[in-house]
């Protein structure tokens, strides 16, 4: 009796457990949607998807290295001089479980997509210790292994290796692979990336077409560029133009092009409307119109102006008052535009802003019609969302007039305001608080499942009890009566 007794008592405590369990549980899950709805009804979608997301993708990994895990790369370098061209020559093992490869140098991306298991990076500098990484992305997607990092140093002399250099690549990322109607032909906006030894260079690009096209973009510290056109590019073959520009000293620049071809996909199954126009599929890179050899490729062009490109009637210069801004504040941007045909005075022209994260996804869109005066400024505060997350954005402006595009860049940096300063360069934020506190709520509503079915499973065996009855049972209540003690015979 004292043993049913005791067990009886453990049950209650441990029904009062689940109990008080379940009511914090479900009050701090509250107290979370609560206070997300207040910050941002946005925030709490944006959170939610991540945590889910995360979720996903960690099972994901787990059952992709389980069937077809990425090898960790050991990777091997040396740096040389070969033809006064100074390089940094990369090799590690294949492995049929990785896709492709990442490389990144001193902490920032320096290629990505490559599918062989070695790389050249001549875009070093003289007597300069370099230290890279190689990424594995298995078949998947989510699987990946990184490499230990590689630190290797380049000579002191090699020739020409001061030599500017610049390389361009070009991709398709417009993945609908559908025309507005059963006549119209899809256009097709592709991203343009390369890479420059000048650091922090300024880029330079044009584009010939029928909508003429001229931009402005940086690469970053590393020489990495990458820029999507503001507009889409019509069918055909095109020219790209790419020049690199010190930003300490203009007169070292260098200067590229790349001859690229735009298919298309049409709903139409007229012969003579189609000609071999499949479009390329998402990611991968524009086809070239004919076969360019890479050494021809980064040959830099001296004093390469396109003579096809027409004077622009009009520049504008692009400022941002910050270079940081909070999340939930605006961003503000001011354009001073100069008319250099008096013509184009009071003509409608399209203005507009795209803001794309680090990984280049574009995250806000919107334009405006403004008509042109000459050394008019417009000033625009660009809102920012708060569920959007921290860290380094670029601002994408582009002014449409006619046959006309503009387009530059600015890059800068979205901050989380700092509600709680702990010390030790420990700063906690309203959106970093709301996000922990729902990820504890998650997990205490995942235990709460589980008291549940721990529950329900003790209630089914009290349950399953009632209906049979064993001897065991019988024994217990008595129902045999006292069992007499054999003798022993002597």
């Known amino acids: 009796m004292k043993k049913k007794a005791k ?4 049950q ?19 107290l979370y949607i609560i206070s997300s709805v207040i910050y941002s009804p946005e925030f709490l979608l944006s959170d939610v998807k991540h945590k889910f997301s995360a979720l996903a993708d960690e099972t994901v990994t787990i059952v992709a290295r389980v069937l077809d895990s990425p090898i960790k790369p050991i990777v091997s370098g040396t740096a040389s001089c070969v033809n006064n061209v100074l390089e940094v020559s990369l090799s590690w093992p294949s492995d049929l479980n990785s896709q492709n490869y990442s490389i990144t140098r001193d902490g920032t991306i320096l290629a990505s997509g490559i599918t062989f298991s070695n790389f050249k990076d ?68 592709p991203l343009f990336t390369g890479t420059t030894n000048i650091a922090n260079a300024i880029i330079k690009i044009s584009i010939p077409s029928s909508q003429e096209i001229i931009a402005e973009t940086s690469a970053n510290q590393v020489g990495y560029w990458s820029w999507l056109s503001p507009v889409n590019i019509s069918p055909g073959t095109h020219t790209i133009y790419v020049t690199a520009i010190d930003p300490l000293d203009e007169t070292i620049s260098v200067s590229t092009f790349m001859n690229f071809n735009i298919a298309y996909l049409s709903n139409n199954n007229d012969d003579n409307k189609i000609t071999n126009k499949k479009k390329q599929p998402a990611g991968q890179p524009v086809i070239p119109t004919q076969p360019i050899v890479p050494e021809k490729i980064i040959t830099p062009i001296e004093n390469q102006t396109p003579e096809t490109i027409s004077a622009f009637p009009f520049d504008y210069t692009l400022t941002l008052e910050k270079e940081a801004v909070f999340q939930g504040k605006d961003l503000p941007t001011f354009i001073k535009i100069e008319l ?3 013509k184009i005075k009071n003509a409608k022209a399209k203005i507009s802003y795209k803001i794309f994260d680090q990984n280049g996804k574009e995250i806000l869109n919107f334009s405006q019609d403004e008509e042109l005066q000459d050394n008019m400024i417009i000033q625009r505060n660009i809102f920012i969302p708060n569920f959007t997350k921290q860290g380094n954005y670029k601002l994408q402006l582009s ?6 595009t503009l387009s530059k860049e600015q890059s800068f940096v979205i901050a989380v305001a700092p509600l709680i300063n702990l010390g030790g360069g420990i700063i906690l934020s309203y959106p970093d608080i709301i996000s922990k506190l729902g990820t504890i709520s998650l997990i205490l509503l995942l235990l709460l499942l589980f008291w549940l079915i721990l529950f329900s499973r003790e209630y089914w065996l009290y349950l399953h009890a009632l209906r049979h009855i064993t001897e065991k049972n019988l024994n217990t209540i008595g129902s045999f009566g006292k069992k007499k003690r054999k003798e022993v015979s002597r």
């Open 340 to 342: 250099y045909d008096s």
């Open 7 to 10: 067990i009886k008592t453990q």
């Open 399 to 404: 002014v449409d007039f006619d046959k006309y």
């Open 12 to 30: 209650r405590r441990l029904r009062k457990i689940a109990k008080v369990h379940a009511i914090f549980s479900v009050a701090l899950f509250s």
């Open 122 to 189: 001549t875009f070093v500098n003289l007597n300069t210790q370099y230290s890279y990484i190689i990424t594995a992305h298995g078949e998947m997607g989510t699987g990946f292994a990184i490499s230990d990092p590689i630190i290797i140093s380049t000579p002191q002399v090699c020739g020409s290796a001061m030599l500017p250099k610049i390389t361009i690549s070009a991709y398709d990322v417009n993945s609908d692979g559908k025309a507005d109607n059963m006549n119209e032909r899809d256009t097709l906006r």
